[in-house]
């Protein structure tokens, strides 16, 4: 992957010496296919095999998410079977369709790696297994072969049918494996070397080297345990043990990373390319850009606001960035931004695609399966961070336009009065409001007054709201998108181009439907959703020309099958990294619980940090963002919240702070996000200044500048939960709405150092202030008023008579871990109704004995607010902390406003000078 990038970055070079803007458009579509979907099409046919096997793959995965098996009886796959077809396609796939690398790194890399493993195999088989050396020594032969980009050689062919086959395994052989569970034979331990060897060479392809770098030191350590440090060192194991647990078993490779892509990742792929393929793409865009085009900056903040919808068809960031970059950046260019900023304004809009709700990145699904909630639950708790990152990306492209004096683009009409304006947009609004309500009660009357063909009948009706929006669509026409080159001056009109693709806006209706009102599975969602989405392609092309008297019906259904075909296809190439990535995660996983590495890096980190809990997000931010330079998204959120995520959970509770699981994976999960933005290896940055022809490095480190508000956001929510919407109500959630937003766009004038003018020193150190005061106003609360009065461990039940009903009792406990190491938390006990502190307690669950100024715990009782708390006998209570009276935090946010206040006073009539200078500059240049 490297070196893709090192040729696209010397021809973007080579095009800009020659007056090129950049890449063109066919350089553009191999690096999107290069990173995504595989940059080897061979014509003929091995061309159409490699397509077929494409489509099978997306016809598999509808089938086993379709109710249809269960209904007729056939066809039925278990988990770990449909994960085994799963990873057989994309092995075989990313064998054909991505060729293997040619220079001296790449090249040493894919024979130094399987020779390594190779030996440690041999010596974990105890010098014994000579096939283990045939088998290391085959793959690396088929390594230095190497591959031409046109054609597959016969030894990628073998080394296709060998990994496919070998995925396949657990399949064919479900009912021996399951009969010899823990005692693996020979045979098993065969396929799992093969399989091993094979898919880290997969991943070298398709993902580059340094997920494959980061399995191998995994695999590695679990052979080499004993001869590893004390602190993280473990018992031998040997290559019988290794192979099962990796290959044979559902720990490893077949494990919760890969069935989270089997079961849901790839149907929302699917349905992002078919959307894509139907036209919602160029749809989302024109309607950004009639809309905000004209704005101050106005092309970058289209691009921002097309990103985000984009974000619903393309889970890739490098195919975001062309997508919408190839028509935004040279427009951007335009109005006056130079090519780094157009570049990285496109870079942190389309990387922040993976974290807009509902249709998130791959790693969302993980989370699912992680943290264990359903997937509303993880929407509803990204949902305003994602809205707040972007409202801030929005108004750091306005700090830009104003700092520079920029203009938008002209408007091909006359705007009508604000006020009309205002009253057109209220009554949209009221319409739609009505319409979500029609819509919720009319289908809840409908599936109570026919519920056995209720589904047929809501069925009828969206497909006759269908019918209706395309007979709309049919009287407009989407135009084409234009660029810098083609001359274009005017912005579409907003009327005319919101009504050519509502009927786009259908599917993405019914996902979010059955995801957040049905609340079904992501998986039986995306089903509907793509079921749909093909639905509209066979009839949308034939519908428009019905309604536009065109004739010709036979040729427009023939071009909807050929588009459907194209984005099953399609969808199935942009799947095979991502599945690829998921297994080859999975070995570390893996490795992880096969070693116990956790409880040791637990150590390690504690150590690092000093048991600091800020210090250890620090550290847990720092190796995200290491590891994001060369790992995928998702792998890198599977590898750090593997390692890491527990960490903080146990340190945090260790340091007092009781953090939330999905805030923790949401806090792993943002910074995975930069691994397409960190300089210098982000190739989203690659791929955006090879549209806008500037320096992919200057790039990234402007684009990491504009997504420190990506980066700020986790730190703040792991601190203020509420962020995440974690026990709040509407009110409260519409409250820390609008004051985070308030905070985050201060934050965003402090960091790029204009406000209403340039900020002076003093200026931007009070905008922080003020900002961090409305994101966590309670740590000022907590100084002037402490939450909590100590009280001696004797005076527990004087402290749970004190502690309202409800409220937690914060105690400072000591004993001991899983393995008998002592350990020190808070725990959090929530105090249930009792006339006395003692009756408290024991309707709590727990039992003292008093050990004379000490308070040792005698009894937990079972499945009480005592043992959800933590505690257990004969741990010892250090410290009591009991909630005392406190004035409301907000009320910090008077000297805060007072503050803001002054700072816009001191910049207002400052700005509105330099406005009038640039004016005069303006006209004195026109």
Request: glycine share 10%.
């Amino acid at each position: 992957m490297s070196d893709d990038k090192d040729q696209f970055q010397a021809a973007a070079v080579e095009n800009e010496a020659s007056g090129k803007a950049g890449l063109s458009q066919e350089e553009l579509d191999e690096l999107v296919a290069s990173t995504d979907a595989g940059g080897r099409s061979p014509s003929g046919p091995v061309g159409l095999f490699i397509t077929a096997v494409a489509l099978m793959w997306s016809l598999f995965q509808l089938w086993i998410a379709s109710p249809l098996p269960f209904m007729i009886g056939v066809g039925v796959f278990n988990n770990t079977e449909a994960r085994a077809f799963h990873l057989a396609f994309a092995i075989f796939l990313g064998f054909m369709a991505f060729p293997a690398a040619r220079t001296p790194f790449q090249l040493g890399l894919g024979v130094v790696v399987p020779a390594l493993l190779t030996a440690l195999f041999w010596i974990g088989s105890g010098g014994s297994a000579w096939w283990v050396l045939l088998i290391g020594a085959l793959v690396i032969a088929g390594v230095v072969l190497g591959s031409p980009k046109d054609r597959v050689a016969p030894w990628e062919w073998a080394m296709a049918i060998c990994g496919a086959g070998a995925s396949l395994y657990i399949y064919f052989n479900y009912d021996g494996i399951s009969s010899r569970v823990g005692a693996p034979i020979t045979q098993d331990i065969v396929v799992g070397v093969v399989g091993i060897l094979l898919l880290l060479e997969a991943t070298r392809r398709s993902l580059g080297p340094a997920l494959m770098i980061v399995a191998t030191v995994f695999l590695a350590y679990t052979f080499l345990g004993p001869y590893m440090p004390q602190l993280i060192a473990h018992s031998s194991k040997s290559l019988g043990v290794v192979m099962n647990h990796q290959w044979i078993t559902t720990q490893g490779v077949f494990g919760i990373a890969l069935g989270v892509s089997t079961s849901f990742v790839f149907l929302f792929v699917l349905f992002g390319s078919l959307l894509d393929k139907a036209g919602a793409g160029n749809y989302f865009i024109q309607v950004a850009f009639s809309l905000m085009g004209h704005l101050k900056g106005g092309p970058a903040k289209a691009a921002v606001v097309s990103s985000a919808m984009t974000g619903l068809i393309s889970g890739s960031s490098i195919a975001n960035v062309v997508t919408t970059g190839t028509f935004t950046i040279p427009l951007m260019k335009k109005v006056g931004f130079k090519s780094e900023k157009a570049g990285a304004v496109e870079v942190a809009s389309s990387v922040n695609g993976q974290i807009m709700p509902p249709v998130m990145g791959a790693a969302a699904f993980l989370m699912v399966e992680y943290v264990g909630i359903p997937y509303f639950d993880v929407v509803k708790h990204a949902f305003l961070p994602a809205v707040i990152s972007y409202i801030a990306l929005v108004y750091i492209v306005h700090l830009e336009a104003l700092k520079q004096g920029m203009q938008g683009l002209p408007r091909a009409y006359t705007p009508k009065p604000i006020v009309q304006r205002l009253i057109g947009t209220a009554f949209i609004i009221a319409a739609i409001c009505a319409l979500s309500f029609i819509v919720y009660y009319g289908m809840g009357w409908i599936r109570a007054a026919f519920p056995d063909t209720a589904g047929w009948i809501l069925f009828v009706l969206l497909t006759a709201v269908y019918v209706g929006l395309v007979y709309i669509a049919s009287k407009e026409t989407i135009p084409e998108l234009e660029t810098e080159s083609s001359g274009q001056q005017t912005l579409p009109l907003p009327g005319p181009t919101v009504r050519s693709g509502l009927h786009f806006i259908l599917p993405v209706v019914v996902l979010v439907w059955a995801l957040m009102v049905d609340r079904l599975s992501p998986g039986l969602s995306a089903f509907y959703a793509a079921t749909y989405m093909i639905f509209i392609l066979l009839t949308q092309r034939p519908l428009l020309a019905m309604f536009r008297g065109q004739g010709q019906f036979g040729r427009a259904f023939r071009n909807g099958c050929f588009d459907l075909l194209d984005g099953l296809v399609t969808g199935a190439r942009n799947m095979i990294g991502i599945g690829i990535a998921t297994a080859t995660a999975g070995i570390i996983v893996g490795a992880v619980s096969q070693t116990g590495v956790g409880s040791a890096l637990a150590d390690v980190v504690e150590v690092l940090s000093g048991g600091n809990i800020l210090a250890i997000l620090f550290l847990t931010a720092i190796l995200s963002l290491i590891l994001g330079m060369g790992l995928p998204t998702t792998a890198n959120y599977i590898v750090v919240s593997a390692l890491l995520a527990p960490v903080i959970v146990t340190l945090g509770q260790q340091n007092g702070l009781i953090v939330p699981l999905i805030a923790v994976h949401l806090f792993v999960f943002y910074f995975g996000i930069m691994a397409d933005v960190t300089p210098p290896v982000g190739l989203a940055s690659f791929a955006a200044a090879a549209v806008s022809g500037g320096d992919p490095i200057k790039t990234g480190a402007v684009a990491f500048f504009y997504s420190l508000r990506t980066a700020a956001l986790p730190f703040l929510f792991i601190f203020n939960t509420q962020l995440l919407l974690i026990d709040v109500t509407w009110i409260q959630g519409i409250f820390v709405f609008i004051i985070a937003t308030i905070a985050m766009l201060l934050f965003a004038a402090a960091t790029q150092g204009w406000f209403f003018a340039k900020n002076r020193i003093w200026e931007g150190v009070a905008l922080m202030l003020i900002a961090f005061t409305l994101f966590r106003p309670g740590f000022w609360m907590d100084m002037v008023y402490p939450p909590y009065d100590p009280v001696p461990p004797t005076q527990i039940e004087q402290a749970a008579e004190g502690t309202p009903v409800g409220e937690p009792l914060r105690l400072r406990i000591s004993g001991v871990n899983e393995i008998g190491e002592p350990l020190e938390f808070t725990a959090l006990l929530n105090m249930p109704e009792g006339e006395t502190g003692a009756e408290r307690l024991e309707n709590a669950g727990l039992m003292f004995r008093e050990d004379g100024d000490s308070m040792i715990i005698d009894d937990v009782a079972f499945d009480s607010p005592a043992q959800d708390a933590g505690l257990d006998w004969d741990q010892e209570v250090l410290r009591v902390l009991q909630p005392q009276w406190q004035p409301s935090k907000y009320l910090m946010f008077i000297p805060a406003f007072l503050l803001l206040a002054l700072v816009i006073w001191a910049q207002r009539g400052r700005g509105e000078r330099d406005e009038a200078e640039r004016r005069k500059k303006r006209a004195a240049t026109a």
